[in-house]
């Protein structure tokens, strides 16, 4: 395949590509709760939403909660810059960075039993193999899972473009938490040094996400961070713990400090995250009830 095809393919994929934290990890279900909370120290408050990156049509309107955070805050940071992930020099340079440039393929990198999995599940799901041999295991697994949540009528439409186009339609400031790269580099490290247990582990899950989506987007809904972690994070930790430790917890940490910064400044913030960040003890919540912070999970009505 020449690079032209490869580019043209990779273009379609892209932009949801760098959000496949939250596309992978954003379910389970709480009765009468969102996954929308309010920070509070003193008179300060932010608004912390946990999002999906990918939704159907029928996932609109989405919980009020949402809504209300957004018309009570003032500036909205997302977890990088969405509007340039629109630019075309931006897409070339993480094409150059997440795929192989020293002749390397996916069947010299990955085991045998992985590379036969890869294989058997690319010929089922109609896809040449040959369009994704250089692709890094982020870039690979991330355009995957895309293209499972297309088949099920998701669109790159989520959460944070809605909100980020919201945003710049009424002219409220944006940030990020992260650079773009940043989160490249991320997606460049993701299964760095156990190829063949991540894309084994990838492939496992595809095959129940099918049969678990409604469950996953009503969970969203209605903010259940208990189940969310049991079946979603924790097997995550537990089978593959540098993707873990990479993806959420050393993220987390690092966003720390940008989101406390926020409640020292004047006006109200809404932080929108892959809701995967928000739950279990590494998770966002519980860091900021450490730090003593009033943390309110805001219900459905």
Same mark, same amino acid.
């Given at each position: 395949m020449t690079s032209d095809k490869v580019y043209k393919f990779f273009r379609r994929v892209v932009v949801s590509c760098v959000f496949f934290a939250g596309v992978v990890l954003c379910s389970t279900g709480s009765i009468a709760q969102t996954s929308v909370w309010q920070v509070s120290k003193g008179d300060s408050d932010i608004y912390l939403a946990g999002t999906i990156h990918l939704l159907r049509q029928q996932d609109y309107p989405l919980p009020a909660a949402f809504e209300q955070a957004f018309d009570a805050s003032q500036s909205l940071f997302f977890e @990088?810059?969405?509007? $340039?992930?629109? !630019?075309?020099? %931006?897409?070339?340079?993480? %094409?150059?960075? %997440?795929t192989y440039q020293d002749g390397r393929t996916l069947s010299a990198v990955l085991s045998e039993e992985a590379y036969s999995a890869l294989s058997e599940y690319a010929a089922g799901s109609g896809i040449p193999l040959g369009m994704l041999q250089t692709f890094k295991p982020g870039l690979l697994i991330s355009t995957l899972s895309v293209m499972e949540f297309q088949k099920l009528g998701f669109t790159p439409q989520g959460v944070d473009a809605y909100f980020f186009s919201k945003a710049v339609g009424e002219g409220k400031t944006r940030g990020e938490l992260e650079s773009i790269d940043q989160q490249i580099a991320m997606l460049e490290r993701m299964g760095e040094g156990y190829e063949s247990d991540f894309v084994l582990y990838s492939i496992r899950d595809f095959a129940e996400l099918g049969v678990a989506?409604?469950?996953? =987007?009503?969970?969203?809904? !209605?903010? !259940?961070?208990? *189940?969310?972690? $049991?079946?979603?994070?924790?097997?995550?930790?537990?089978? @593959?713990?540098?993707?873990?430790?990479?993806?959420?917890? $050393?993220r987390n940490n690092d966003w720390m400090p940008a989101i406390e910064a926020m409640l020292d $400044?004047? &006006?109200?913030?809404? =932080?929108? =995250?892959?809701?995967?960040? *928000? =739950? &279990?003890?590494h998770g966002l919540i519980s860091l900021l009830k450490s730090k003593g912070y009033d943390v309110t999970q805001l219900g459905s009505e």
């Open positions: @990088t810059d969405i509007g $340039a992930m629109s !630019d075309m020099g %931006l897409q070339q340079r993480m %094409l150059q960075q %997440l989506i409604e469950s996953m =987007v009503q969970a969203w809904r !209605d903010g !259940d961070t208990g *189940l969310l972690y $049991a079946e979603f994070v924790e097997p995550m930790r537990t089978e @593959t713990p540098d993707l873990y430790e990479n993806l959420l917890v $050393a $400044a004047e &006006g109200t913030e809404l =932080v929108l =995250v892959g809701v995967a960040h *928000l =739950v &279990g003890e």
